[in-house]
């Protein structure tokens, strides 16, 4: 494993972002990165699909990026022939979801580093001599358990 000065400044400044609960985009965002148009995603809020974080009343709406997610998941029903009251439903179980990969990475992730030159995230322990690191190798991720006692 490598280490860095750049390494462990990535390291502080990644875990400060995904902690953060301001990662919010606004309806432009949204629309651009979606294919949808400002007024569908206002009306999947009005119908209730979605919610935003209003930051004054009749103001500027932000999403959250589990919000963002719940709407490629509505959009992709749709385009498979659903209908939005159908796509919707189906969808509402990103509710359940809509924070864990923030709060995974956020609250789990201890470093990241590069393992046999590739990165690599550590998520931490798996037991008092173990660790359990997640590696990107081109088109796959894997996980590795590593030993972190120390050999004398």
């Known amino acids: 494993m490598e280490k860095s000065d750049q390494i462990e400044d990535l390291n502080r400044r990644m875990r400060q972002i995904f902690k953060s609960e301001s990662m919010l985009m606004n309806v432009g965002d949204i629309a651009k990165n ?3 148009t400002p007024s569908q995603i206002r009306y999947w809020e009005k119908c209730g699909y979605i919610k935003s974080k209003s930051v004054l009343k009749n103001k500027t709406h932000k999403y959250t990026t589990g919000t963002y997610l719940k709407i490629k998941l509505i959009k992709s029903y749709l385009d498979s022939g659903f209908t ?5 439903k189906k969808a509402s179980i990103m509710d359940k979801f809509k924070n864990l990969v923030r709060k995974t990475i956020g609250g789990r992730m201890i470093e990241m580093n590069i393992i046999d030159n590739y990165p690599a995230l550590n998520f931490g322990k ?3 001599h173990h660790q359990i690191w997640f590696i990107v ?5 894997d996980a590795k358990i590593i030993d972190t006692k120390i050999k004398k």
């Open 84 to 88: 939005l009251t159908v796509a919707a």
């Open 137 to 141: 190798k081109k088109d796959r991720v």
């Open 34 to 36: 979606t294919g949808l």
């Open 126 to 128: 798996v037991d008092e």
